[in-house]
């Protein structure tokens, strides 16, 4: 399955036939989530039914847990398997949380499908911003509070009314718990990342317009989900455990967030542990915790980027490079010396050419994406070895 192409979403209703059985209750899928890292709004794992085409980017990780969640909260709450009515439901869920819009340009390459529309979208949810290039340029693309989608459409399939209201309830009570969360603390950079990354990932409010103080423990107390004020109280441990210590201030915020979530001293020292067990694990590869230099960081993100998109369209790639003997001449010098200012040209106007026929590269004619084209020329002597390395052994049996 790969998340970014189309018809995914059908692919996975094919896949998770075999699987339906995974989940049977929403606390055992809650629990599941948490070691993917989904509930804390990092993508560091997904479900193991699923079998990838290629190594999975942060961003397909949340689109498969997003789908995953949404589906067996269905199943869970509806005690249906029914896909096509999944698909139905999810649809008019996220047209009554008016985030259902899909643009003009996309209804011309989405189609009439339920479920093409749904992959737009879900990729409306998923990213922060809307623009390719200043997606890859942030360490964090991915929006850090979908788990709030899958406890809203638990509560829409429960019939609740007013949806769209306790949306911004929500997001309004996971903003003041994580910017309290840090005032408890000693704050640093990565705190500021965090803030700003959960901040980013607001939907329904605009955090600016939303005042910090205590008036928001009051509609906390009277909160009655339960597994709301769990996903409420792992941010707050989330935020608290980044520096993985907890001092006496902290504790005595988490401990009085606690209380007030109605939550026992045994869930509230389980919650602080597997936190703590999962930032450890995972500490290199949390976006908000790198604290890169912004260039290396760039660099890294673009080459990523660059790299998926040869590996997604390698056969067109070949083919359209095998049919130019210059230029496969050309990237092939690229890899023993530096190019002359005349060849580098020669070699920018026939990939832009290359560009222009395979749509999934477009990126490489908009603007500013002139600056991928080094990475590119690095990139693709490695990604399509055979057609530059003339010395190549084959191996033999």
């Known amino acids: 399955m790969n998340p970014s192409a189309k018809g995914w979403i059908d692919k996975f209703g094919s896949l998770v036939k075999n699987h339906e059985g995974k989940y049977d209750t929403f606390e055992i899928l809650f629990e599941d989530l948490k070691n993917t890292g989904f509930v804390y709004g990092i993508n560091a794992g997904y479900p193991d039914f699923i079998s990838p085409e290629h190594a999975l980017s942060e961003d397909e990780k949340a689109k498969i847990n997003l789908l995953t969640t949404l589906y067996f909260t ?162 707050a441990c989330l935020t ?33 542990a597997h936190v703590s067990n999962f930032i450890h694990s995972n500490k290199d590869t949390i976006p908000f915790l790198q604290e890169q230099n912004m260039a290396i960081q760039f660099y890294d993100s673009m080459s990523k980027l660059v790299n998926r998109l040869i590996l997604r369209n390698r056969k067109r790639l070949h083919k359209e490079l095998s049919e130019s003997a210059e230029l496969v001449a050309l990237l092939s010098k690229s890899t023993v010396r530096d190019l002359t200012k005349e060849e580098k040209k020669k070699v920018q106007s026939q990939l832009l050419d290359i560009f222009k026929s395979i749509p999934s590269l477009a990126i490489f004619l908009l603007p500013g994406g002139a600056i991928l084209l080094p990475i590119f020329i690095k990139l693709i002597p490695k990604l399509l070895p055979s057609a530059f390395d003339e010395n190549r052994v084959e191996n033999e049996e």
């Open 74 to 235: 269905f199943k869970i709450e509806t005690q249906s398997a029914d896909f096509e009515l999944f698909l139905k439901e999810i649809f008019k869920f996220y047209e009554t949380l008016e985030v259902n819009k899909v643009s003009f340009l996309g209804k011309l390459f989405t189609g009439n499908k339920t479920s093409s529309k749904l992959e737009k979208i879900l990729d409306s949810r998923i990213y922060l911003e809307d623009n390719i290039i200043s997606k890859t340029f942030n360490g964090s693309i991915t929006n850090s509070l979908l788990f709030l989608d899958a406890l809203l459409f638990r509560r829409y399939l429960l019939q609740v009314k007013g949806i769209k209201k306790h949306a911004q309830l929500l997001e309004y009570l996971a903003i003041n718990i994580t910017y309290h969360a840090l005032n408890s603390k000693q704050k640093n950079k990565k705190d500021e990342k965090l803030a700003q990354l959960l901040a980013s990932s607001l939907t329904f409010i605009n955090s600016d317009s939303k005042k910090f103080d205590g008036t928001y423990r009051k509609k906390l107390v009277v909160n009655q989900d339960v597994w709301e004020n769990r996903y409420l109280f792992y941010l």
């Open 240 to 272: 608290v455990w980044e520096d993985h210590s907890l001092d006496y201030l902290e504790s005595e915020f988490i401990y009085d967030l606690g209380k007030d979530l109605k939550l026992d001293a045994e869930i509230i020292q389980g919650s602080l």
